[in-house]
T-cell receptor, first 110, second 115 residues
Framework: SQQGEEDPQALSIQEGENATMNCSYKTSINNLQWYRQNSGRGLVHLILIRSNEREKHSGRLRVTLDTSKKSSSLLITASRAADTASYFCATDAKTDKLIFGTGTRLQVFP | ETGVTQTPRHLVMGMTNKKSLKCEQHLGHNAMYWYKQSAKKPLELMFVYNFKEQTENNSVPSRFSPECPNSSHLFLHLHTLQPEDSALYLC??????????????FGAGTRLSVL
């Protein structure tokens, strides 16, 4: 079974709205990361949150981490059409490797 | 531009062909990775190299053969592939193989189609 699972699988919103994506994982972690992937391209790192942090901001991105619930959320505020992409969470499961989820496909309509 | 370049971007090959995928990173990183991305599946880690040494082979079939001649270059040699091997193959690198610093930088990928 996979370590990280994103929810929802797909999300469609209008420009200007906020988008929230959730990630649940199974085992203890040191870090959790969020990545973005435009269609047919490689993944781009967005933000890393450590297990002792509860919230982190980067521009229009806000990430929360709840280690007691083994879950994280990514909030994109004031979304733009250019935010259309797939978003993945990745956890280290206290190993040297990252384990990725299946992703949330976000569509932002102009 | 992430500093990780993959070539070719697209590849179509028959099941009896031999081809190679190339990855080059200009970031001074010491760890490099091959991933396979298939539709509706999580990203699958295939191989990990740390300072040119293979540290992980995630039960990958022998028809995939990696090569890491130095810390900047990574190859994936392909032979006698199957149609189910069609996927996007992604290369990534990280500064070190270290939990606290393990942010990975990805190339744009090679879209492989096996006929």
């Amino acid at each position: 079974s996979q370590q990280g699972e994103e929810d929802p699988q797909a999300l469609s919103i209008q420009e200007g709205e906020n988008a929230t994506m959730n990630c649940s994982y199974k085992t203890s972690i040191n870090n959790l990361q969020w990545y973005r992937q435009n269609s047919g391209r490689g993944l781009v790192h967005l933000i890393l949150i450590r297990s002792n942090e509860r919230e982190k901001h980067s521009g229009r991105l806000r990430v929360t981490l709840d280690t007691s619930k083994k879950s994280s959320s990514l909030l994109i505020t004031a979304s733009r059409a250019a935010d259309t992409a797939s978003y993945f969470c990745a956890t280290d499961a206290k190993t040297d490797k990252l384990i990725f989820g299946t992703g949330t496909r976000l569509q932002v309509f102009p | 531009e992430t500093g990780v370049t993959q070539t070719p971007r697209h590849l179509v090959m028959g099941m009896t062909n031999k081809k190679s995928l190339k990855c080059e990173q200009h970031l001074g990183h010491n760890a490099m990775y091959w991933y396979k991305q298939s539709a509706k599946k999580p990203l699958e880690l295939m191989f990990v190299y740390n300072f040119k040494e293979q540290t992980e082979n995630n039960s990958v079939p022998s028809r995939f053969s990696p090569e890491c001649p130095n810390s900047s270059h990574l190859f994936l040699h392909l032979h006698t592939l199957q149609p189910e091997d069609s996927a996007l193959y992604l290369c990534a690198s990280s500064q070190v193989l270290d939990l606290a610093k393990n942010i990975q930088y990805f190339g744009a990928g090679t879209r492989l189609s096996v006929l």
